[in-house]
């Protein structure tokens, strides 16, 4: 049975004539639990009865445990729950810049769902971080729980309160804009060279992400993917995302207790089972990889001239911003070349905004669900997962479909060619030309 002992306050080292009660009751494991601070005997033993109730209906949680740090109970956490580099850096990231700051000295048990979702709307980022925050809060409170921290997790299962006005608005606008017509990035690929164009173009007729493509080693390209079909074999090049080193992942690296140890780039697992996968590559871009592969002496096939991986914000800021937004002239002066300048072709155009471009040339040629999420690398959700796959009829009019989006540009364009004539073929980079050339897909065996 529980009981309450008296606790004398001391000032000076003295002990004085003034007392608080403490609860004192039998823990499961048989040593004594406590808890000080009540006022009266009676509060003291009816917490101490509430402790030994819980007990007995196997639901007991430690009061000292519940009143744990988050910060502490975080970090903790985040040891035994090892991730993906990348993920691990991305969850640091988002604890030491938004969760922290507010959340880190905060017992357990005094963070409440009204708090939380109060907080994440005077976030300072975008609505998609502030989600990621919140999840991720979510999943340490659900481990805080399995830990018998505590004994339900506040946050799990609400939907939060999103942004109005203005800011969705604005958001609205900016995906409509995230997607490239053709046209445009056949221009991209041309101004930025046969070796860099052609990462452009495959991203945007694959759906590669930045760190798959960053990541394609020429083993992986222009396999052959081959499935039995209508008596005999459908047939077609295949660019394989590997399921062991498939992306390129950079980030800040940290150790165990979460200290950063220095920039990593390095090759990973895809994030996901899914984004492990084979993508049928269309005709026109399976001959720009075979040539391009003829004359690239790297083993990566979108890695710098040097042969090192790209850092993605060197890229971008080299290549890909002043392609898409222009760029001024120089001229010629001492240490430096002249250069021409370049109007702008899609103000804002990313490389994540050529993956969106994939998918939705996938939705414009009629592309069959249960292909379209294999070939994107997502997860399709529903039952129909289970029931539906891909055929070779699909694939084949997958690829008919892309191969005639870029028909039509080159058409639109005028262009026979996407890239002038290279005198050098042996030109460390340098692609030969691709002529408009149409192979047939998956001709039936005879």
Same mark, same amino acid.
Not at 302 to 312: D, I, K, L, M
């Given at each position: 049975m529980a009981w309450a002992e008296k606790v004398y306050k001391v000032r000076n080292g003295k002990q004085t004539k003034q007392f608080t009660w403490r609860a004192r009751w039998k823990k499961p494991d048989g040593k004594p639990g406590q808890w000080p601070g009540f006022p009266t005997k009676k509060l003291a033993e009816e917490f101490g009865e509430k402790q030994e109730a819980a007990i007995r209906a196997g639901r007991y949680i430690d009061p000292a445990k519940q009143q744990e740090k988050f910060g502490v109970f975080a970090k903790r956490w985040m040891k035994a729950k090892p991730k993906r580099g990348a993920t691990v850096a991305k969850r640091w990231n988002l604890l030491e810049q938004h969760i922290f700051p507010k959340w880190e000295h905060t017992s357990l048990i005094d963070i409440t769902w009204f708090d939380v979702d109060d907080w994440q709307l005077g976030l300072p980022c975008d609505s998609v971080t502030a989600g990621h925050a919140v999840s991720l809060m979510s999943s340490i409170m659900t481990g805080a729980v399995d830990a018998r921290h505590l004994e339900v997790n506040p946050l799990y299962g609400r939907r939060r309160t999103l942004p109005t006005g203005a800011t969705t608005v604005k958001a609205k606008k900016s995906d409509e804009?995230?997607?490239?017509?053709?046209?445009? @990035?056949?221009?991209?690929?041309?101004?930025?060279?046969?070796?860099?164009? !052609?990462?452009?173009?495959?991203?945007?007729?694959?759906?590669?992400?930045?760190?798959?493509?960053?990541? !394609?080693?020429?083993?992986?390209? !222009?396999?052959?993917?081959?499935?039995?079909?209508?008596?005999?074999w459908f047939e077609c090049p295949i660019i394989r995302v590997d399921p062991e080193v498939g992306e390129l992942a950079e980030y800040e690296g940290r150790d165990e207790d979460g200290n950063k140890t220095g920039l990593v780039l390095q090759l990973e697992p895809p994030k996901n089972g899914n984004r492990a996968r084979d993508i049928d590559v269309p005709p026109f871009?399976? %001959?720009?990889?075979?040539?391009?592969? +003829? @004359?690239?002496?790297?083993?990566?096939?979108?890695?710098?001239?040097?042969?090192?991986?790209?850092?993605?914000?060197?890229?971008?800021?080299?290549?890909?911003?002043?392609?898409?937004?222009?760029?001024?002239?120089?001229?010629?002066?001492?240490?430096?070349?002249?250069?021409?300048?370049?109007?702008?072709?899609?103000?804002?155009?990313?490389?994540?905004?050529?993956?969106?471009?994939?998918?939705?040339?996938?939705?414009?040629i009629g592309v069959k669900t249960a292909l379209a999420y294999d070939q994107a690398g997502h997860l399709r959700p529903g039952i129909k997962r289970i029931y539906q796959h891909p055929t070779p %009829?699909?694939?084949?009019?997958? !690829?008919?479909?892309? +191969?005639? $989006?870029? %028909?039509?540009?080159?058409?639109?364009?005028?262009?026979?060619? $996407?890239?002038?004539?290279?005198?050098?073929?042996? +030109?460390?980079?340098?692609?030969?030309?691709?002529p408009q050339t149409i192979i047939e897909v998956g001709e039936r065996a005879a």
């Open positions: 804009e995230k997607w490239a017509p053709p046209e445009v @990035v056949l221009q991209m690929a041309r101004r930025l060279g046969p070796a860099v164009g !052609l990462h452009v173009l495959t991203t945007a007729f694959t759906g590669l992400g930045w760190g798959e493509g960053a990541a !394609l080693h020429r083993d992986n390209v !222009l396999r052959t993917r081959r499935q039995a079909y209508d008596g005999g871009l399976a %001959e720009l990889l075979r040539q391009h592969m +003829q @004359v690239w002496p790297h083993e990566y096939l979108f890695c710098t001239p040097s042969g090192v991986f790209w850092r993605r914000s060197n890229f971008t800021r080299a290549h890909i911003r002043p392609a898409a937004d222009g760029r001024e002239p120089l001229t010629k002066t001492r240490g430096r070349a002249a250069r021409d300048g370049w109007e702008p072709i899609m103000p804002g155009l990313t490389m994540r905004g050529l993956r969106h471009t994939h998918d939705t040339y996938q939705d414009q %009829e699909m694939r084949q009019e997958r !690829l008919r479909g892309l +191969q005639g $989006i870029y %028909e039509r540009a080159m058409g639109n364009l005028k262009w026979t060619e $996407i890239w002038p004539e290279v005198p050098d073929l042996t +030109q460390r980079g340098q692609p030969l030309n691709s």
